[in-house]
């Protein structure tokens, strides 16, 4: 499975942005989707997952409340939607699938990844 996470860019703080997450060749109907994100100098952290049927969803806590996940109805992509952007959002954005259950909190729960998206927040 290749994955592709987009949607990267330059905001202010406070900000929104939308990230996707789409498979070449195929859909993501019947995965899981993970997402993380490393900063600078930083470990790689969970910070969002949605499970396969879309039904739930998991946040890390310096997310939560301001980040949403959901599934394109089609299975075609995944949304990462991502609003009061603070200057420590900034980091390389990756998502990841697997078809395990239940969904997996953690990166070692994953099998494919994608290359990563950049955010950077400016304050």
């Known amino acids: 499975v290749q994955l592709q996470a987009s949607g990267g860019g330059l905001v202010q703080a406070g900000g929104s942005l939308r990230l996707s997450c789409a498979a070449s060749g195929r859909t993501l109907s019947g995965y899981a989707v993970g997402w993380f994100r490393q900063a600078p100098e930083k470990e790689r952290e969970f910070i969002s997952a949605i499970s396969w049927s879309g039904a739930n969803t998991y946040f890390a806590d310096s997310v939560k409340g301001r980040f949403t996940v959901s599934r394109e109805s089609a299975g075609s992509a995944v949304y990462l939607q991502m609003n009061s952007l603070k200057s420590e959002d900034t980091a390389v954005y990756f998502c990841?699938?697997?078809?395990?259950?239940?969904?997996?909190?953690?990166?070692?729960?994953?099998?494919?990844w994608g290359q990563g998206t950049l955010v950077t927040v400016s304050s």
């Open positions: 990841a699938v697997t078809r395990r259950r239940p969904t997996p909190m953690i990166e070692m729960g994953y099998e494919y």
